[in-house]
């Protein structure tokens, strides 16, 4: 595919700057922006009087599943289900996740990313989120109790290897035996280290963090919450100026005050937008598997029988959507918390970014901020 694209009059948003004008795109990379640009194209689109914004494509790094795939079915047409799936709500790239389960099935996972290449039509599989099994059994949430184990370096070198090393993010509860010696030495090893499903107190949080903790999985949910006396993992990642935390934006996960006070506490710049997703996503409300467990779909979120919440439905555009609506907070804002954000806990140089030479994963949206049109590397992949 690949044909080169003239986007005129358009807003294009980034974390630092927003300002009309147009993009040109060949090779699946950004080859020029600027004013009234006059360039012959293979196609044109044209945001005269439609008030359209461009920012960089949205970047997931929690996600299940999606459209009745998982990351766990381990098998290619998953993978690809997924990812033709996501273009639709404006991702252009993500991190399948792996759940708490039987060693086999988490390898079997990663072996299947292993050599996966996507095709034009898809969101892009950046690597892979390994989600357990190195957390609390106190906060183990949806994730299967039976198979959480304590941390292993060398089981997770040998998990990497599986995957090719195209693990990206670790979600561990810091605190467990074994839990501070993983942290500091996957940290060195580049991989986003992410306190999560985790009892530590806020001694133990500020450990992890001087180990190379960067991140918090699903703040709010599933971690020792804040209390006056002892602030937990919600109350030391929230005043942890070196923490980024993930937010699942659906107003089940999180109420909207809940939001506005992480917004207020972190900024733009210290937060990610994620979905935690899992395969019901799409699809109608009913019945659903997660790591081997049934999970009920209804409008109130998805649920395992105890109760307890399995992930979520949200896409990345609704989420957008509700955190403008929580805290009126800007573009470039948005931006920040949809795209730069994860892009350089990852550390992507060509992601997260509208400018030249950056690869052209772009989200289309009105101003309502609903996708018109998805770009990925260079592609048209969905229209709105």
């Known amino acids: 595919m690949n044909k080169s694209i003239l986007i005129s009059n358009v807003t294009i948003v980034n974390y630092d700057q927003e300002h009309v004008g147009d993009l040109f795109i060949q090779e699946g990379k950004i080859e020029k922006i600027g004013q009234s640009?006059?360039?012959e194209a293979d196609s044109y689109i044209d945001g005269t009087s439609k008030n359209w914004v461009v920012m960089p494509g949205f970047i997931d790094?929690?996600?299940?599943?999606?459209?009745?795939?998982?990351?766990?079915?381990?098998?290619?047409e998953a993978l690809r289900g997924m990812a033709r799936s996501l273009v639709k709500e404006g991702t252009t790239s993500y991190l399948p996740t792996t759940i708490t389960q039987r060693v086999g099935a988490i390898e079997a996972a990663l072996e299947n990313v292993n050599g996966f290449v996507n095709n034009a039509d898809e969101a892009e599989i950046l690597g892979v989120h390994v989600e357990g099994p190195y957390i609390s059994s106190k906060w183990a949430g949806a994730q299967p109790v039976e198979h959480i184990t304590e941390p292993s370096i060398e089981q997770f070198q040998k998990w990497q290897q599986l995957s090719g090393n195209r693990i990206k993010q670790v979600t561990v509860a810091p605190e467990v035996a074994g839990g501070f010696e993983f942290v500091q030495s996957m940290s060195k090893e580049g991989i986003v280290v992410s306190i999560g499903h985790s009892d530590a107190n806020s001694e133990e949080v500020e450990k992890a963090v001087q180990l190379g903790a960067?991140?918090?999985?699903?703040?709010?949910?599933?971690?020792?919450?804040?209390?006056?006396?002892?602030?937990?993992?919600?109350?030391?990642?929230?005043?942890?100026?070196?923490?980024?935390?993930?937010?699942?934006?659906?107003?089940?996960?999180?109420?909207?005050?809940?939001?506005?006070?992480?917004?207020?506490?972190?900024?733009?710049?210290?937060?990610?937008?994620?979905?935690?997703a899992m395969r019901a996503k799409g699809l109608e409300y009913g019945e659903y598997d997660l790591g081997g467990q049934t999970v009920h779909?209804?409008?109130?979120?998805?649920?395992?029988?105890?109760?307890?919440?399995?992930?979520?439905?949200?896409?990345?555009?609704?989420?957008?959507?509700?955190?403008?609506?929580?805290?009126?907070?800007?573009?470039?804002?948005?931006?920040?918390?949809?795209?730069?954000?994860?892009?350089?806990?990852?550390?992507?140089?060509?992601?997260?970014?509208?400018?030249?030479?950056?690869?052209?994963?772009?989200?289309?949206?009105?101003?309502?901020?609903?996708?018109?049109?998805?770009?990925?590397?260079?592609?048209i992949v969905f229209e709105n």
């Open 37 to 39: 640009l006059q360039i």
């Open 297 to 379: 779909v209804t409008e109130k979120g998805a649920h395992l029988s105890s109760g307890a919440l399995a992930g979520s439905i949200l896409t990345m555009d609704q989420a957008v959507r509700n955190m403008k609506k929580s805290t009126n907070c800007s573009l470039k804002e948005l931006v920040s918390m949809s795209s730069t954000n994860a892009a350089k806990q990852m550390n992507l140089s060509h992601k997260g970014y509208i400018g030249e030479g950056f690869d052209a994963d772009l989200v289309i949206l009105d101003m309502e901020l609903n996708v018109q049109k998805t770009i990925c590397r260079g592609n």
């Open 61 to 76: 790094m929690h996600i299940h599943g999606s459209a009745g795939f998982d990351m766990m079915d381990a098998t290619e």
């Open 214 to 276: 960067k991140q918090a999985t699903h703040l709010y949910n599933q971690m020792r919450p804040f209390h006056h006396r002892e602030p937990g993992v919600v109350g030391s990642v929230l005043m942890e100026d070196r923490m980024q935390v993930e937010i699942i934006v659906d107003y089940i996960h999180s109420h909207t005050k809940a939001v506005n006070f992480a917004y207020r506490l972190k900024g733009a710049e210290g937060i990610i937008l994620i979905t935690d």
